[in-house]
């Protein structure tokens, strides 16, 4: 703790950091807001370890916290990645994957009761793909895959009317078809070798 104190009075001192874009310190929430994400996507990349996301430097009782030198260059480093991904063609492993946690999301609201942990989870998993389907190029997979998930987009993890979401989810699952033709067009031909 007596790092981050040191980092944060020496930082204050020279001036960076306050009122930039480089903080002296990040949580969740901030990381998410400087890689232009949400805060469940942030909060799955630490919880699985994945992207090669750093362990914080503290915890505090509202959460991790990071020190802006051990953090920012992570954060230009997926910057990178995001921006060379930009305009590349949706993969058909992640149209699949958005059409397998659609499915689970339908199922979960033709139970009951509805279980409304499992749901929760399953709209979290599924909003993680909006920023890979977002930054895809502008094809008729990438737009059949965003109009399938287009359901979870802005909403909650506990929908305020689930009747109608329920019908939103639904209409778009019935899509499903064409997502899943164009993900196996995209797909190398076993035949050819590739």
């Known amino acids: 703790m007596n790092d981050i104190r040191a980092a944060y009075d020496e930082e204050a001192a020279s001036g960076q950091g306050i009122g930039s874009e480089r903080k002296s310190f990040y949580g969740i929430a901030e990381i998410a807001e400087v890689l232009g994400l949400n805060r469940q996507l942030v909060t799955a990349w630490r919880r ?11 915890e505090l009782s509202s959460g991790p916290i990071w020190l802006g030198s051990s953090i920012e260059p992570w954060i230009d480093q997926v910057r990178e990645r995001r921006e060379g991904a930009d305009d590349q063609p949706l993969s058909p492993e992640v149209a ?40 895809a190029a502008d094809d008729q997979l ?53």
């Open 142 to 194: 990438g737009r059949a895959v965003g109009q399938l998930l287009s359901p979870v987009r802005g909403t909650d993890d506990q929908p305020a009317d689930l009747k109608v979401f329920r019908q939103k989810v639904l209409s778009e699952v019935c899509r499903l078809q064409l997502v899943v033709q164009l993900a196996s067009e995209s797909l190398p031909d076993p035949e050819s070798g590739d």
């Open 48 to 58: 699985r370890r994945s992207h090669g996301m750093p362990q914080p430097d503290a």
């Open 96 to 135: 699949f994957r958005a059409s397998r946690r659609m499915l689970r999301i339908a199922a979960l609201l033709l139970e009951q009761p509805i279980r409304s942990r499992l749901l929760s989870q399953a709209l979290a998993e599924a909003r993680e793909l909006l920023p890979l389907v977002e930054s």
